[in-house]
């Protein structure tokens, strides 16, 4: 897996639970994630060079039930569909009127 990948994913890990703009942060790990899937790296590798691997087990399983893309553009697609998805996910969690 990229060093570069890995160390900011590890950053991403290690914020604080409720930082202001915590759904961003996972969409951004949540790309981080289906990016390192997209390099067919084995998801056993990318739960290895985690601190904590269970806080991204569900997330990982999901990206990794997805097709690799062959093209670069589909890839990217791949990508950025995934960290919407969790976007919106997290986004609905919070309560209504409150915005972390």
Do not use: H
Request: with cysteine.
């Amino acid at each position: 897996m990229n060093k570069i990948i890995a160390f900011t994913l590890a950053s991403l890990l290690s914020m604080p639970a409720f930082a202001k703009d915590t759904c961003i942060d996972i969409a951004k790990i949540a790309e981080l994630i289906m990016e390192i899937r997209q390099q067919n790296t084995p998801i056993t590798e990318l739960l290895s060079e985690v601190e904590n691997p269970a806080s991204i087990k569900g997330m990982a399983i999901l990206a990794y039930q997805q097709p690799l893309q062959k093209l670069d553009s589909q890839k990217q697609k791949a990508i950025v569909d995934f960290g919407s998805l969790f976007y919106m996910i997290c986004s609905k969690k919070e309560p209504e009127g409150i915005s972390l």
